[in-house]
């Protein structure tokens, strides 16, 4: 029989502080290398455009870079539920533009409050998912090209829904741009939620490890789980301090950590989550499993494309306009880029929901970096290119090492 391979996380580390280091280091020999290239990739580029423009680091913009990160990162969010279960949506791009151009039609051309039209644009996507599930499940038409006429389709109806005026502007003094452009946390209800992160993360962590030690499975050690829960209180603490020295932390890049956290716990810690790595890794073992794999499948493209048009939403409201570009040009190679970069296998079944997190900040340091050294988005495309291309070669080569490792 098949062997049935699932990735939901790591196993935790036994013992204390040095135990766990071992254990980290025995899994990158074995291939399993996690976020440390696209951290050790963030932290060279960071240090080479600070060494070329000494703005690059600075509070004002890291603050833009975190703004114009969060629509992205969203999409991208769901590009790595799709990813994750080995198949691809070339359409979220498309979906996203079709949304906000949805929802700014409702909400500007027929008067709906935005409490209604912005549902409206977000079912739609979810819609469109559901389709493509349907589509693939039942015909067996690979994604790939499903989501290709998705793509050209949807953009046409894009074009259609805003007519010959092509273009429609949000009012500047509505919710949705406030919220985009203007909301920032409050520095005392900023340094509160850090506080409340770090919390969760202890709590999290000691509940997961006591369930394994109920079970007689190995398990952290609450030593190494307090040393965890202080480093990322600290961590945490000195960026939103950076942040606070102008605007600090917008409301909009709140919602889109909240978002990958909410999907980090349903993949790593819910039976669901269970189920969509064991079909990525072998979807044909899933189903003997007792998995339901066209439901998983189906549930996969639905948060898909549902988060792209959240998104594009998003978006919509940072620019305070919809128009017939939205959702064009490299919003959607830069949300699958994105996904890639910050993790996620190509080849299914490995991931989780902080690559598009990592991934889009990649991206964004590289056009906030070149955008500051006035060279033109010719160099960024190239630039993006070649570190997509790195990322996936590394994600090739320590399956290859995780194959002959598990071998040998």
């Known amino acids: 029989m098949t062997e049935l391979r699932t990735r939901p996380a790591p196993a935790p580390p036994p013992g204390g502080l040095r135990a766990a280091a071992r254990t980290t280091l025995d899994r990158v020999r074995g291939g399993d290398l996690g976020v440390l290239p696209v951290v050790a990739g963030l932290a060279v580029i960071w240090t080479v455009f600070q060494s070329l423009n000494p703005i690059f680091l600075s509070s004002t913009n890291l603050v833009n870079l975190t703004l114009e990160s969060a629509s992205v990162g969203v999409i991208s969010l769901g590009v790595v539920c799709v990813l994750l279960v080995g198949q691809i949506d070339l359409s979220v791009g498309s979906i996203s533009g079709l949304s906000a151009a949805v929802m700014a039609v409702l909400y500007v051309d027929r ?205 919509a409201a940072r620019l305070a306009a919809v128009n017939q570009s939205s959702g064009g040009g490299d919003v959607n190679l830069n949300a699958i880029a994105a996904a890639v970069i910050g993790g996620t296998s190509l080849f299914g079944g490995r991931g989780t929901a902080f690559a598009a997190l990592l991934g889009v900040l990649v991206i964004q340091s590289i056009s906030s970096g070149l955008t500051l050294l006035n060279l033109d988005s010719s160099f960024r495309f190239m630039v993006t290119g070649a570190v997509l291309l790195l990322a996936v070669g590394v994600d090739s080569v320590a399956r290859r090492s995780r194959a002959s490792h598990g071998r040998a």
């Open 111 to 315: 008067g709906l409050p935005a409490v209604v039209a912005v549902p409206a644009a977000v079912l739609l996507g979810c819609v469109i998912g559901w389709v493509y599930g349907q589509i693939f499940n039942r015909f067996g038409v690979p994604s790939f090209v499903i989501t290709l006429a998705g793509l050209l389709g949807l953009l046409g109806v894009h074009l259609w829904l805003l007519g010959p005026k092509g273009a429609v502007n949000l009012p500047f003094d509505s919710g949705l741009v406030r919220f985009a452009q203007l909301a920032f946390v409050p520095p005392w209800l900023s340094y509160t939620l850090v506080v409340v992160a770090a919390a969760g993360l202890f709590a999290s962590g000691h509940a997961h490890a006591r369930a394994r030690r109920a079970a007689s499975l190995p398990a952290v050690s609450t030593r190494w789980l307090l040393a965890r829960s202080v480093l990322l209180l600290a961590g945490l603490g000195a960026a939103v301090h950076y942040l606070n020295r102008t605007r600090g932390v917008g409301w909009m890049f709140v919602l889109f950590l909240a978002l990958v956290l909410a999907l980090h716990y349903v993949l790593s810690r819910t039976r669901y989550g269970r189920a969509v790595y064991a079909v990525g890794g072998n979807a044909e073992a899933a189903r003997r499993a007792g998995i339901d794999v066209r439901r998983v499948y189906t549930s996969a493209f639905v948060l898909g494309t549902t988060l792209a048009a959240v998104g594009g939403v998003l978006a």
